[in-house]
C-alpha cells in the first residue's frame, strides 16, 4: 500500500478513530481541531477548581470500545479503568417518587413485577428478543461500510423484517401497561435522536444495552476514553494539532487538494472529516458540495440542548450517579420537539460524578436543530 499524506478535520471519537486506524495502515494522519483541547462534543471543561464533561456522560456498549482496542492489541484497562454503576441509574416521576433501575437484568426484572404484576416474565421475554436484535446490530450490520442500504439486507434481518414496520413505542405499549415502565423502555432510544414512535422495533436492541450489558463510567470520567484514543493516535505516529480553524477545504480537479487552517493553505493527498457533514459541505464552494442548503432544510437533525454546567463543593444526598427527571408529559413535548419544533421545558438530566462534587444539568429545554 502507498502512504498517503491524510489530513482528518476534528478531533472527536470518530475522528480519533479513524486516524489510528489510517495510521496502522502505514498513512502519514494529521489531526486538527479548532478548540484548545481534544475530544469535540466530548470535550472536559474544567472551571473554578470543577472539572465536567461537557458531553456523553452514559457508557453502553463496552463490548464496542473493547473490539475497537482489540484492534490494536490492545484493551481499554490499558488506558482506563472502568466502573459499573451500582444502581445503574434512577428515575423520579415527582417527589419521593422513583424507581431504581439495578445494575443486573434479574433485579431489574424483580422491579418490573413489583410495579406491574405479570410484567416480569414479559420484561425477560421482551429482553431476549432485544438481545437478539443486539448481536445482528452491534456484532454485524454496525461494522459494514454504510455504503449501501443493501448492507441491511442479510439471513438474520429478514427473520425480523417485521420489527421494521413497527416502532418502540407501539411494541412497548402492547406489552406493558404501566406509565412509568413504559418510559423507562422508551428512554434508551432517545439516544438516537428521534421519538420511539418513529423508531424501528428492531432498536430494542438499546434496551439490551441498557439492562443487558447495564451502565458503566471510566473512574476519571467520559474523557478518560478520549485520552486513551489520543494516546493510542500518538503511539501509532499521529500528529494532533489543536488551536487549528479550518476555513475551507481545498479542491483541485474535483478532487480535494488540502485545507486552510488558521489562513495557511496546507495539502493533502485525502481529506477526511469527522465534522457533521452539513458543516463539512460549507467548507467546500457551493460547486463541490453534494447537497444544496435547501437539500438540508429539508432534513430533520436530532435534537440540540442547552446546557448548564452546576459544580458543587460538598457531597450532594440522595442522588445516584445518573438521575433521569420524567416529572413531565414526555408525549406532548416530544411533539414539540420533533413535530412541530419549539422551545419547551421538558424532562431533566442529573448527573453526579467524581473528583470535588459535580453535577451536569440538563436543562429541562431542548429544540430542533443542532447548533
Known amino acids: 500500500m502507498i502512504s498517503k499524506d491524510i489530513k482528518i478535520i476534528g478531533s472527536g471519537f470518530s475522528a480519533l478513530a479513524a486516524s489510528c486506524y489510517l495510521a496502522k495502515q502505514g498513512h502519514q494522519v494529521t489531526v486538527y481541531e479548532k478548540n484548545p483541547t481534544i475530544g469535540g462534543r466530548a470535550r472536559q471543561l474544567k472551571k473554578d477548581g470543577f472539572t465536567f464533561d461537557i458531553g456523553p456522560t452514559w457508557y453502553w456498549m463496552p463490548d464496542v470500545f473493547e473490539r475497537f482496542f482489540a484492534d490494536f492489541n490492545k484493551k481499554p484497562s490499558d488506558y482506563y479503568q472502568l466502573q459499573k454503576l451500582s444502581p445503574a441509574y434512577?428515575?423520579?416521576?415527582?417527589?419521593?417518587?422513583?424507581?431504581?433501575?439495578?445494575?443486573?437484568?434479574?433485579?431489574?426484572?424483580q422491579t418490573f413485577e413489583s410495579i406491574e404484576k405479570g410484567s416480569g416474565a414479559i420484561l425477560a421475554d421482551f429482553m431476549a428478543e432485544a438481545k437478539s436484535n443486539y448481536d445482528i446490530a452491534i456484532k454485524d450490520l454496525v461494522y459494514n461500510p454504510g455504503v449501501s442500504p443493501l448492507e441491511l439486507v442479510t439471513l438474520e434481518t429478514a427473520k425480523k423484517v417485521g420489527q421494521f414496520f413497527s416502532n418502540i413505542s407501539k411494541?412497548?405499549?402492547?406489552?406493558?401497561?404501566?406509565?412509568?415502565?413504559?418510559?423507562?423502555?422508551?428512554?434508551?432510544?432517545?439516544?438516537?435522536?428521534?421519538?420511539?414512535?418513529?423508531?424501528?422495533?428492531?432498536?430494542?436492541?438499546?434496551?439490551?444495552?441498557?439492562?443487558?450489558?447495564?451502565?458503566?463510567?471510566?473512574?476519571?470520567?467520559?474523557?478518560?476514553?478520549?485520552?486513551?484514543?489520543?494516546?493510542?493516535?500518538?503511539?501509532?505516529?499521529?500528529k494532533i494539532h489543536t488551536n487549528s480553524n479550518i476555513s475551507k477545504?481545498?479542491?483541485?480537479?474535483?478532487?480535494?487538494?488540502?485545507?486552510?487552517?488558521?489562513g495557511e493553505n496546507i495539502s493533502a493527498d485525502i481529506i477526511l472529516s469527522g465534522a457533521d457533514y452539513h458543516h463539512t459541505e460549507t467548507l467546500l464552494d457551493l460547486e463541490d458540495r453534494a447537497y444544496s442548503e435547501k437539500y438540508w432544510e429539508s432534513k430533520t437533525f436530532a435534537p440540540s440542548s442547552l446546557l448548564f454546567y452546576v459544580g458543587f463543593d460538598k457531597k450532594i444526598k440522595n442522588v445516584e450517579h445518573h438521575s433521569l427527571f420524567f416529572d413531565v408529559d414526555f408525549d406532548v413535548h416530544a411533539s414539540d420537539i420533533y413535530d412541530d419544533p419549539k422551545w419547551r421545558k421538558i424532562h431533566c438530566f442529573t448527573l453526579v460524578f467524581h473528583q470535588k462534587q459535580m453535577v451536569m444539568l440538563l436543562l429541562k429545554e431542548k429544540k430542533l436543530r443542532s447548533f
Open 90 to 109: 434512577q428515575v423520579y416521576f415527582g417527589i419521593n417518587e422513583f424507581v431504581t433501575i439495578a445494575d443486573n437484568l434479574d433485579e431489574i426484572i
Open 171 to 238: 411494541d412497548v405499549r402492547k406489552r406493558f401497561k404501566n406509565k412509568k415502565l413504559i418510559q423507562i423502555l422508551e428512554f434508551p432510544v432517545l439516544f438516537l435522536g428521534a421519538k420511539p414512535s418513529d423508531t424501528p422495533s428492531f432498536y430494542s436492541f438499546m434496551n439490551y444495552a441498557d439492562f443487558g450489558l447495564g451502565t458503566w463510567h471510566p473512574k476519571n470520567g467520559m474523557y478518560s476514553v478520549v485520552l486513551a484514543m489520543e494516546k493510542l493516535a500518538l503511539e501509532l505516529g499521529v
Open 249 to 262: 477545504i481545498l479542491v483541485s480537479q474535483k478532487k480535494a487538494s488540502g485545507l486552510i487552517v488558521n
